[in-house]
């Protein structure tokens, strides 16, 4: 009888579903073609490559489930060492990567009494509340081997020391300027907001995902890592600092290279990917455009560098101008340009209006002009698109 992947009801994810879709896409990528791993750590052979599926179903998914299932794939298929001459599991992976969507995702922090009858404001976490979150989700993946490659494995009888050597809190000291910073978990009660930014970035740059895993059972000695993996460990740190800084009042949002920003004001936050992410008119806007994004979002910002994005993002409206004013009522059109030359952004003239709040104003006029941007790219790429009986 044909192995199917999970029984109904006991299978919910632990990670993203699109993390989850993308890891089960690259074990199912490697399996197949590969002897030699291309980051130079050797054969991988079969019973390696089961173990690096079995350890992303246990860390991936809640409950026993995934690996018991796992486990009895294997052994229809031969036992812990035989090879995937039959192909059942990566016919189980495939099949698994169909149900992705339709599973639970992460379980949500309950809500309670007052939260559900709306008695209460949502909470905001202080700076304070925020460094003690963060230090206890540097703890969880502590736990789960994230910091193994940089900061060493504890062993009974064989410890191994990480990239940042026999004594890594010197080393994140070093780095940073000054002590008092590591761990987090003895630390993080006299955190300032740059410290806590720091410790967020410096840990961005350093967590690392392990691929492989195993029970070391000497002396109770604890599960130790191996096969280290920098882009999904970057994903998964984010994704958990992120949900910890969502809920704070710092204002700051980890970005895919690790580095802090400001987050964007509540339900812009896609428009920034998708203006990002889409097509762009001219070719030098894309990254023009990528540049003021970075430069208005950096979490040590000035107002002067808030006013020089905001006139990037006005410089490629004005090469838009024609679009702009076909697509819009010429009239709208014309306050959109008036906004950035009738006020101190761009030419500094004497009659120009200058006395308003530069942060807020900047944030408005800077969101106002992406959300142009973004209304522009979406025409060019409807107009380009064939219609119907056109292809």
């Known amino acids: 009888m044909e192995q199917q992947p999970f029984r109904a009801g006991e299978l919910s994810l632990g990670w993203p579903a699109e993390l989850v879709t993308a890891e089960l896409a690259r074990l199912m990528d490697l399996a197949p073609v590969a002897t030699v791993r291309t980051d130079g750590s050797g054969p991988l052979d079969a019973h390696r490559w089961c173990k690096e599926v079995e350890h992303f179903l246990r860390e991936a998914f809640h409950g026993d489930a995934p690996v018991q299932e796992w486990d009895a794939v294997r052994s229809a298929a031969g036992g812990d060492h035989a090879d995937l001459s039959s192909g059942r599991e990566i016919a189980w992976l495939r099949d698994l990567r169909t149900l992705i969507e339709e599973l639970p995702g992460p379980r949500p922090r309950p809500v309670y009494w007052t939260q559900r009858r709306g008695s209460s404001a949502p909470r905001i976490l202080g700076l304070r509340e925020t460094a003690r979150a963060v230090a206890e989700v540097v703890g969880a993946l502590e736990e789960a081997g994230y910091l193994v490659w940089a900061f060493g494995q504890a062993c009974v009888d064989q410890p191994r020391p990480g990239v940042l050597g026999e004594d890594p809190a010197d080393a994140v000291h070093d780095a940073l300027g000054r002590t008092g910073l590591w761990p987090p978990a003895a630390h993080h009660t006299t955190y300032t907001r740059d410290d806590l930014a720091d410790v967020i970035e410096f840990l ?16 109770d000695c604890g599960r130790h890592f191996d096969g280290f993996e920098p882009v999904r460990g970057l994903q998964l ?25 400001q987050a964007a004001p509540v339900g812009l936050g896609s428009l920034v990917d998708d203006s990002l992410a889409g097509p762009s008119v001219h070719t030098a806007d894309a990254d023009e455009l990528r540049h ?14 808030m006013r020089h994005a905001v006139i990037a993002l006005s410089g490629i409206l004005e090469r838009r101008r024609a679009l702009v004013s076909e697509k819009m009522l010429s009239k709208d059109a014309g306050e959109l340009f008036r906004i950035a030359n009738g006020y101190g952004i761009r030419h ?25 941007i973004h209304l522009t790219d979406r025409i060019i790429a409807g ?8 292809e």
């Open 204 to 219: 961005a740059h350093h967590v690392r995902r392990p691929t492989r895993s195993y029970r070391h059972d000497y002396a």
């Open 348 to 372: 500094q003239k004497a009659d120009q209006k200058a006395d308003y709040d530069p942060r807020l104003y900047l944030e408005w006029t800077f969101y106002l002009f992406l959300g142009a």
């Open 237 to 261: 740190y984010r994704v958990r600092i992120n949900d910890v800084l969502r809920l704070s009042d710092l204002g700051l949002e980890l970005n895919e290279s690790g580095l802090l920003e």
């Open 292 to 305: 003021a994004v970075e430069q208005f979002r950096a979490r040590d910002a000035s107002a002067l560098d």
């Open 383 to 390: 107009q380009e698109r064939p219609g119907p009986g056109e």
